[in-house]
């Protein structure tokens, strides 16, 4: 057996156990088949195996010296196995042979004779080289013909035609032309006019297909001609079938597309010269009369010194002559000069049809007809020049421009249109909204590509742009303003729904495309998918956070562009929780904010503009800290241990405003900014061990306060800072009466561990004295309209005080019932009774319904710029006065009172009867009238949600107060229906996020006994429709309270007492069920027998 080669072994050792190999003769461990054709055909299948025949490798004979290089040998053509080729045929032969195409004949190419061509030497000239060509001659003789060619153009068609003019050297005969100026008529030749067909009326007067174009200028048209005389002599010499059987020929062959661009290049001529020709005749038109004049070469269009442009040589009429000393005008170019020129005249609009809007620099629509004059800058070059203002389209490409200047101006227009649009200044003047035409345009990314701009002009150009539509002024004054209101300071999120989002996704995605979507991640998805749906997410989406705190961080921009990213930040704070998160997860953000806008020590700044403020500090600043924190409890806390505000409250409370080196406005702002930050965290139980660093300031602020309200008249900014320091005294007071497991109010974050409040009963007991006299106060100014519009927030937070003082002191296990029980007495006595008795507090309540969306739903009509990828309440151009959020609105004092009233009549019984005598005003009963009778509900737009919440609570709080004194009374309270009906009208209104008022009003109202109409036979109320509860079904469909039945009870007695009801589902029979009702117990739901809240309950 022979063995393997092993490593080491050398190619003579291979040699020898190939030799050995051969001499055994041993059969191959593989077999060698080789096959003639590779096409895989049998033909050659009967032919041996070549297994005898093996490659064998012999080192003897080989030279020393490698081969020389020669070429192969041509290959042939391989034949197909069945068609196979003779030896002697050439395939290239016989295709030729075979061919019939049109190439054929186009391919047989004679070359003409060239040996008559007369050859045209160069210009000689006097220098070596010829001389080169500089832009700086003269080209007015040209202009006139040049069109719209480049200068280059010109010059090289110049020095062609001053060729073609030069004579040959052979020529001795002088050009005998007609002088300069002279008419000249043309005649046909009898060349020409002997070029007619026998028989046909097609004359050939010249060549139609054949132009020479590609020859020279001097041979192209004697090359056509002479092709043109060719074919005109062969077509003569042919018989007319002839001429039929080659025309059929060709059009068999050639493609109809081609025949038919001949035919109406045919036909484009015969018009042509059927009007030439009639131009021509004596009765016509005059004869075409030509001055020549003659041409310039190039070398002779140089300019020389002291020469002036010709009057004939422009065609246009410009304003100016241009000089040649002047700056980049060595040559003129006249074809760009046209904008020179006068504007056309202003067209006037004869019809309805649409034209494109326009815009001034101050971003005002110009009307179509507006003649405005041309130093204001608003007339161009581009389409409607005649037209002054800027179009968005126009806007849109000036944004991309080379020049920094221009993109910033087209950004500053583009943010004061989106402000105008905001404002409602176009009104119906425009077809469409703005803001969603230039957010389907893109130009949400075109403002975030701006802001990775060099030039700091861009950058303050485009995050002022950023700002315009993202934030509305309006809006954010709304929420401040409101910050002091019953449950104002919880967060509304400006966000899209989420409805309208998946909505627009199962129209747009197919069935197949939904199944397979079942949760899709957003973080995959591209910004400009998010945008579509959410503009905040589609920003986030683009790195927008990171590229802001570069730009505060390293480029310190001046104060306006400081402010502008503040409070871009905030609306992306307010936009959701998420959005709050991202913002303070933003790495060297918050701390760049913290650092640079809200220093402990700054140097004095007066007031005046600010050349910078960094390392001062900033009210705006403070504000997006205070945004950040109302977002959630979670935020609140690392806030205030991460970035060392508790150092930052200190230092911005301790003083008063008017002590702080600060302007007048950003002082008070700064103050109340910051007071309103630590009421939020004092809401989730934090900050409570500044109360007791800072109690002296509080006090000394709670003294000054009846001073400030006595200035006449009242500063806005002071009732603001006020209004939040009685908020801030209103969490503390909330607090120190709560305990830890009370201290959680968001379910959401019931999984954060409660830290205790630092803050006790003890610390807060002395606060009621000093807070009631500034209510008394300001009470005294209800009579007076004007004053009273101006402290408006601190009666509000006044009331809410005192009804959380009297809540956490009801709940102090250490104190003595009768204490603050006499206390309530006292206030009612002095305060309340008198209060509620006053004639000005009947026109609060008449105020209701002018001022109540509810009651008036084209109020919350959706805004005209309203995308609904942006969210916003639609207060740009503010509130009118007469309305939720005016100035003359009843609701945040009423809403107050009321829950003062609640309170007290849920802490002091006695007190209920003589509490409720408010629930009797005129004004109240018919704002719940209107709200109970049918009509158009508002349209749910941001704005309508945000109004109908707090009108929603104002009409839960009522209702409250009734069934409380409902609750006392064995006889049915005079307005039971109505407060019921309202209630049941309440509970189908309530949006998301009121589930807890949907819970309250289950457990109070809706199934108390005291409330609900009796419709006894004996009853005087028997005439009252019957109750349906629509929200509420069972298994079996939604019940139906029918009638009342008495069992074994006395004529005229109410069945109420007993308590026996009959009850029936919805088209079924009706069972009777009966039940007593305990005296503690006067609630329906509270009964488990009733089927109402038991589906389980046997219903026969």
């Not at 004979?61 to 041509?74: K, R």
């Not at 020095?159 to 002088?179: D, F, K, M, Q, T």
């Not at 192209?220 to 018989?239: S, W």
């Not at 503010?878 to 802490?907: D, R, Y």
Request: negative net charge; contains cysteine.
């Amino acid at each position: 057996m022979l063995s393997r080669p092993k490593p080491g072994e050398s190619e003579m050792d291979l040699l020898r156990f190939q030799s050995q190999f051969l001499a055994a003769g041993a059969a191959p461990a593989v077999q060698l088949v080789k096959k003639g054709n590779r096409g895989g055909s049998d033909a050659n299948s009967d032919r041996p195996t070549l297994q005898d025949h093996r490659d064998v490798v012999m080192l003897d004979n080989l030279p020393d010296l490698p081969p020389a290089l020669v070429p192969s040998p041509p290959k042939r053509a391989r034949s197909s196995p069945c068609h196979p080729l003779p030896e002697d045929e050439d395939p290239e032969e016989k295709l030729r042979r075979h061919d019939q195409h049109i190439t054929a004949v186009l391919t047989k190419i004679i070359e003409r004779d060239t040996s008559s061509v007369t050859v045209n030497l160069p210009m000689p000239s006097g220098v070596a080289f010829p001389a080169v060509f500089h832009r700086s001659r003269d080209t007015q003789g040209k202009s006139a013909t040049s069109g719209k060619r480049s200068i280059f153009a010109q010059e090289i068609a110049a020095r062609r035609i001053a060729e073609a003019r030069v004579p040959s050297v052979g020529e001795v005969v002088p050009n005998l032309g007609p002088p300069e100026g002279a008419v000249t008529c043309e005649t046909p030749t009898p060349r020409d006019q002997g070029c007619q067909l026998p028989g046909s009326s097609h004359s050939f007067q010249g060549p139609n297909l054949v132009t020479g174009k590609g020859l020279r200028d001097q041979e192209a048209e004697q090359e056509a001609q002479t092709i043109h005389e060719e074919n005109i002599a062969r077509l003569q010499a042919m018989a007319p079938e002839e001429i039929l059987q080659e025309q059929q020929r060709l059009l068999a062959q050639l493609d109809p597309s081609l025949v038919a661009f001949l035919r109406s290049h045919s036909r484009t001529q015969e018009q042509t010269g059927e009007k030439a020709s009639e131009e021509q005749r004596p009765g016509g038109p005059s004869a075409n009369v030509t001055k020549e004049k003659p041409l310039m070469s190039a070398f002779a269009s140089e300019p020389r010194k002291g020469d002036k442009l010709e009057p004939e040589a422009p065609a246009l009429a410009l304003p100016m002559t241009p000089q040649k000393e002047w700056l980049h005008m060595d040559t003129v170019e006249l074809e760009k000069l046209h904008w020179t020129q006068d504007l056309p005249p202003l067209r006037r609009q004869q019809t309805q049809e649409r034209m494109q809007a326009r815009f001034s620099l101050q971003g005002e629509l110009l009307a179509p007809d507006v003649d405005l004059p041309t130093h204001l800058g608003l007339h161009h070059h581009g389409e409607e020049a005649e037209r002054a203002g800027y179009s968005l389209q126009e806007l849109f490409h000036l944004t991309r421009s080379q020049v920094s200047q221009q993109r910033a101006l087209a950004l500053h227009v583009l943010a004061q249109v989106i402000s105008r649009a905001q404002a409602g200044e176009f009104g119906d003047r425009l077809a469409g909204s703005v803001l969603s035409l230039l957010l389907d345009a893109g130009f949400l990314f075109l403002l975030r590509f701006s802001l990775d701009d060099r030039v700091d002009g861009v950058i303050a150009a485009a995050i002022r742009a950023l700002r315009a539509l993202l934030v509305a002024p309006g809006d954010e004054e709304l929420l401040d303003s409101t910050f002091s209101w019953y449950h104002g300071a919880l967060t509304f999120p400006l966000m899209p729904s989420q409805e309208d989002k998946e909505d627009e996704d199962e129209d747009e995605e197919r069935p197949a495309e939904k199944a397979k979507r079942k949760s899709p991640e957003e973080e995959s998805r591209p910004p400009p998918d998010l945008a579509r749906h959410d503009v905040i997410k589609g920003l986030l989406a683009t790195s927008l956070l990171p590229r802001l705190r570069y730009l505060l961080e390293v480029t310190y921009p001046g104060p306006a562009v400081v402010l502008d990213i503040l409070a871009v930040l905030i609306r992306l704070a307010r936009h959701s929780l998420e959005s709050a998160t991202r913002v303070l997860e933003c790495p060297r953000l918050i701390e760049t904010i913290v650092r640079e806008f809200l220093p402990t020590s700054w140097s004095p700044v007066g007031a005046g503009p600010t050349p910078s403020l960094y390392k001062v500090p900033c009210a705006t600043a403070m504000k997006l800290l205070r945004v950040l924190a109302s977002a959630g409890r979670n935020i609140a806390a690392r806030l205030l241990s991460s970035f060392d505000l508790r150092s930052c409250l200190c230092r911005f409370i301790a003083e008063a405003p008017q002590e702080l080196a600060l302007p007048p406005e950003e002082a008070e702002t700064l103050s109340t900014e910051a007071l309103r930050l630590w009421a939020v965290a004092a809401s989730y139980g934090q900050g409570g061990d500044l109360y007791r660093e800072l109690y002296p300031v509080l006090m000394r602020a709670l003294q000054v306060v009846p001073q400030e309200l006595s200035t006449h008249p009242p500063q806005p900014l002071s009732m603001q800072r006020i209004a939040a320091l009685l908020t801030l005294l209103t969490q503390l007071t909330l607090a120190a009466g709560s305990t830890p497991a009370e201290a959680i109010s968001d379910s959401a974050e019931a999984s954060l561990s409660a830290t205790p409040s630092l803050v006790t009963w003890t610390q807060v007991s002395g606060l009621q004295p000093l807070v009631e006299p500034c209510l008394r106060q300001t009470l005294k100014l209800l009579s007076r309209p004007e004053m009273w519009r101006a402290v408006g927030p601190v009666p509000v937070a006044c009331l809410l005080f005192l009804g959380a003082y009297y809540q956490a002191w009801s709940q102090q296990p250490s104190s003595c019932p009768e204490d603050w029980l006499q206390d309530m007495e006292r206030l009612s006595e002095e305060l309340l009774l008198p209060l509620l008795s006053q004639p000005t507090l009947g026109g609060l309540w008449d105020s209701l319904r002018p001022c109540s969306p509810l009651c008036n739903p084209l109020s919350c009509a959706p805004a005209p710029e309203a995308p609904p990828s942006l969210v916003s309440l639609g207060c740009s151009g503010g509130c009118p006065s007469l309305s939720l959020a005016g100035s003359a609105s009843p609701f945040p004092f009423l809403t107050a009172l009321l829950s003062l009233l609640n309170t007290l009549a849920q802490i002091h019984k006695g007190l209920c009867g003589q509490l409720a005598a408010i629930l009797a005003a005129p004004g109240l009963q018919n704002y719940f009238l209107q709200c109970v009778a049918p009509g158009a509900a508002p349209h749910l737009t941001p704005f309508s949600a945000w109004a109908l919440r707090h009108e929603y609570h104002l009409q839960y709080l009522a209702l409250a107060l009734a069934q409380k004194a409902a609750a006392l009374q064995l006889l049915p309270a005079p307005h039971a229906a109505l407060h019921h009906g309202m209630a049941l009208a309440l509970l189908s209104r309530l949006l998301p996020g009121s589930e807890h008022l949907a819970h309250e009003l289950l457990l109070s109202c809706v199934f108390r006994l005291e409330l609900l109409p009796c419709l006894c036979p004996w009853s005087v109320t028997q005439c009252l429709p019957k109750t349906t509860w629509p929200s509420f079904s069972s298994t079996s469909g939604p019940w139906l309270l029918v009638r009342s039945v008495h069992i074994g009870l006395p004529a005229g007695v109410c069945c109420r007492k007993r308590g026996c009801w009959q009850m029936r589902v919805s088209g079924s029979t009706s069972s009777t069920i009966s039940f007593p009702i305990p005296h503690s117990q006067r609630a329906l739901s509270s009964i488990l027998s009733c089927p109402l809240c038991v589906s389980t309950t046997s219903r026969d």
